[in-house]
């Protein structure tokens, strides 16, 4: 039976059961199907099953909250903090919460500080401060901590690991740059 199969036997039993998204895609996982695969095979299944006809989004309702909330969004300390309050309320990945306050600021003329790589400088440096202060860290511990302080997916932790891992490699090589 392939991953793919699996995936569908479990689907349609969590579906009889009146299990949610949640639990349906960790049981996925628990069979063996990646977590990609899972959360891609459960939203593709579901609109096959008409139990859902297209993603959610959140962003109007995001940027009617922040408006709504007078929210200094130009003040780092109130932007870190909004972020989180958007993670909570909706559900979704840090990375969603900062596009809705850049959408926000935007729309409203505010200039944000900006930061390479898609990422904003506060998560940026919390993740640099993270990997120096746990510079000897394997891929799990690392994906811990993705996954559980910064919301990150699979994709950006896989990246940056592949940083760590390079950075390593220069330094036991003992490459200089300049």
């Known amino acids: 039976m392939s991953n793919r199969e699996i995936a569908q036997d479990i689907f349609n039993a969590g579906i009889e059961a009146s299990e949610g998204k949640d639990q349906i895609v960790v049981s996925m996982v628990q069979a063996g199907v990646s977590l990609n695969s899972a959360q891609n095979w459960y939203k593709d299944m579901a609109t096959v099953a008409g139990i859902t006809t297209a993603r959610v989004g959140h962003k109007a309702e995001a940027l009617e909250m922040i408006a709504a909330g007078g929210y200094d969004v130009s003040d780092a300390e109130v932007r870190t903090a909004l972020k989180a309050e958007l993670v909570e309320k909706f559900g979704v990945a840090a990375s969603t919460a900062n596009d809705y306050v850049k959408a926000y600021a935007k729309a409203n003329n505010i200039e944000l500080p900006t930061a390479s790589f898609g990422s904003n400088p506060e998560e940026k440096a919390k ?52």
Request: net charge negative; glycine share 12%.
């Open 127 to 178: 993740i640099f401060d993270w990997i120096c202060a746990n510079p000897n860290c394997d891929k799990p511990e690392f994906k811990d901590f993705m996954v559980g302080e910064m919301g990150r997916g699979q994709g950006s932790i896989d990246e940056m690991y592949r940083g760590i891992e390079l950075a390593r490699n220069l330094q036991t090589a003992k490459v200089k740059f300049g």
